[in-house]
């Protein structure tokens, strides 16, 4: 039997997308949720060889700082295991930046290119060879692509009536999305999360929608926010198969 969601997306850009998906269990939203972290695979610096390093930071502290720079990782190109060569050699007065790293692959590059290394002063230089591996989260946390993947239950508003005259307005505060009676969907930073800026001087009831949750994702430049979905939602449909695979025989 096979089962459809009804998804919409609320707001979306390439690394961050907010997104609301209809017919989910409590578990299965969390499940999808430890997919993103810790099943989609990245591309992370792993072993490094220093051929020169005389700046200020000893040389593991250094490959600590590397491994934290996020690659591109075209994921169709590789499988777990495999690795790619990345370089970098600056001398100084100068600061080494992830943009100064070169890769042996044309599809992966650094991230973001403006992360600093080590500032690097008159004489001294840093040049290494590392090889960046593809691996999971649930192996090293280097490996998370979604660095914040969170999720909320989707809250219906209605309103009740007015409050009364003597009634005091007190703040009702809310993270996440509302659904109003219309059907429409509002983030809560719309209205600076306080619900009477929406609502003045109304009596308001807020409750959880039945089987909708609403997915907060932010990758780290690894791949675009629908990629780490996809992938965790095949991951998810590959270890059903195994179970199912494994029960049959």
């Known amino acids: 039997m096979t089962t459809e969601f009804d998804v919409e997306f609320i707001e979306r850009t390439d690394r961050n997308a907010r997104f ?4 989910l269990t409590p578990a299965f939203a969390n499940g999808i949720r430890r997919a993103m972290v810790a099943d989609v695979p990245t591309l992370s610096i792993d072993t490094v060889r220093f051929v020169e390093n005389s700046s200020v930071m000893f040389d593991e502290m250094i490959a600590l700082r590397l491994g934290l720079i996020p690659l591109t990782t075209p994921l169709d190109d590789f499988e777990l295991g495999d690795t790619v060569t990345v370089a970098l ?64 239950h989707l809250q219906k508003v209605e309103v009740d009536g007015d409050l009364g005259e003597f009634d005091d307005e007190e703040p009702q505060i809310l993270r996440g999305v509302i659904e109003t009676e219309d059907g429409e969907l509002i983030a809560s930073s719309e209205f600076d999360h306080d619900l009477t800026k929406l609502y003045p001087g109304k009596e308001l009831s807020v409750t959880d929608v039945p089987g909708a949750f609403v997915f907060h994702v932010e990758t780290d430049g690894s791949f675009s926010v629908e990629e780490l979905v996809d992938r965790a939602a095949e991951t998810i449909g590959d270890r059903a198969d195994e179970l199912k695979n494994a029960v049959a025989v």
């Open 20 to 23: 609301l998906v209809r017919g």
């Open 89 to 152: 050699d600056v001398e100084g007065p100068a600061t080494a930046y992830s943009g100064d790293i070169v890769t042996s692959e044309p599809g992966v590059e650094v991230a973001d290119k403006n992360i600093p290394i080590i500032k690097l002063n008159s004489g001294q230089r840093l040049e290494f060879e590392a090889d960046a591996v593809l691996d999971r989260g649930k192996d090293h946390a280097k490996h998370q692509g979604g660095v914040a993947v969170g999720y909320r």
